[in-house]
């Protein structure tokens, strides 16, 4: 006598992230930024909120280099760290 229920015979459709691929940096052109982020977290007992300025840098590395698709940095959580708009940056007022 079979135990075994059947409780219907829905399948696993696999699909994409919703970022699209995440490309292994296999040249390793962003390892520097990697590792300074990996000693920075190592340093820091992986709080990873005192590394954010590295984990920027080490995603601005993969994006420049094709790694990953361009994200604004706002969009990425870094809105804080973004470089202000030139007008802004001089200290002058606006009109």
Same mark, same amino acid.
């Given at each position: 006598?079979?135990? /075994?229920?059947? $409780?219907?015979?829905? =399948? $696993?459709?696999?699909? /994409?992230? #919703?970022?699209?691929? $995440?490309? %292994? #940096?296999?040249?390793?052109?962003?390892? /520097?930024?990697?590792?300074?982020?990996?000693?920075?977290?190592?340093?820091?007992?992986? #709080? &990873? =909120? %005192?590394?954010? %300025?590295? =984990?920027?840098?080490?995603?601005?590395?993969?994006?420049? &280099?094709?790694?990953?698709? +361009?994200?604004?940095?706002?969009?990425?959580?870094? +809105? #804080?760290?973004?470089? !202000?708009? !030139? =007008?802004? /940056?001089?200290?002058?007022?606006?009109?």
């Amino acid at each position: 006598m079979s135990t /075994a229920m059947n $409780f219907g015979t829905k =399948s $696993f459709k696999p699909r /994409a992230p #919703d970022k699209g691929s $995440f490309p %292994l #940096d296999h040249f390793g052109e962003c390892k /520097a930024f990697k590792e300074t982020f990996m000693k920075c977290l190592r340093d820091n007992h992986f #709080d &990873n =909120s %005192l590394c954010r %300025l590295q =984990s920027k840098d080490y995603l601005e590395c993969r994006m420049d &280099n094709q790694l990953m698709a +361009k994200e604004p940095l706002a969009k990425l959580g870094y +809105k #804080d760290l973004e470089d !202000p708009p !030139p =007008s802004q /940056a001089d200290g002058d007022p606006k009109p």
